[in-house]
């Protein structure tokens, strides 16, 4: 079975320093992982994705994430914050065989302080 | 160009009423998935579409939830004899291919008084 942990369900950051919201996850075989950010009464946007090649991925808005296999983590990064950024972040998962169902977890609270 | 259109926005209905939520895919995505959004919680899968078949209906979660899509296009979620347990967020997202990214709408905000 599929799962994702986002272990924090906020994050404070004072803008212009390095951020970093945490994922792990479980799946059987190989993963594609997915992170997306959703604004107030907005649907959620793709940021980026691993599905295989570089461990390290760059996505939209100058974040990237680095997916590390034998930690199961997939953490998403970005070297300057902006306050823009504040936002609600999903990580998720699927197995690359089987369901194509995405399993998300519970959600990261980002705030960036001006 | 377009992105994935849900209508209406928002819902509000009596238990035991009838609704019906659509979505408009991004042309050309064959995939199409339903997924529903509690607060606090991420969205969870119900149902994905492979063309105008249900390819994975294994997250409805009981069968007063039905979802079409004839025409392999738009795609209706239908739910019967609606509970207060049934107020969330639907949130439709649909894919070019079923391994590709899937790109989400704005979901319709259902609440059952």
């Known amino acids: 079975a599929q799962s994702v942990a986002q272990p924090e369900d906020q994050v404070n950051v004072a803008e212009g320093n390095p951020l970093t919201v945490k994922c792990t996850y479980s799946?059987?075989?190989?993963?594609?992982l997915f992170w997306y950010v959703q604004y107030p009464n907005r649907g959620l946007q793709f940021l980026l994705k691993y599905i295989t090649g570089d461990n390290l991925v760059k996505g939209s808005y100058g974040f990237e994430a680095e997916f590390n296999k034998s930690q199961t983590s997939f953490h998403l990064k970005k070297p300057s914050a902006l306050v823009s950024d504040s936002a609600l972040y999903f990580c998720?998962?699927?197995?690359?065989?089987?369901?194509?169902?995405?399993?998300f977890g519970t959600g990261t609270r980002l705030t960036v302080i001006p | 160009g377009a992105g994935v259109s849900q209508t209406p926005s928002n819902k509000v209905t009596e238990k035991g009423k009838y609704v019906e939520l659509r979505c408009d895919p991004i042309s050309g995505h064959t995939a199409l998935y339903w997924y529903r959004q509690s607060l606090g919680q991420g969205p969870e899968f119900l149902i994905y579409f492979q063309g105008t078949g249900a390819a994975d209906d294994s997250g409805l979660p009981n069968d007063r939830f039905f979802a079409v899509r004839p025409e392999g296009s738009v795609s209706t979620l239908k739910i019967q004899r609606t509970e207060r347990g049934d107020s969330a967020v639907y949130l439709c997202?649909?894919?070019?291919?079923?391994?590709?990214?899937?790109?989400f709408g704005p979901g319709t905000r259902l609440t059952v008084l």
């Open positions: 799946v059987s075989g190989n993963p594609y």
């Open positions: 997202a649909s894919s070019f291919q079923e391994y590709n990214e899937q790109f």
């Open positions: 998720a998962v699927r197995a690359s065989t089987g369901a194509n169902n995405l399993f």
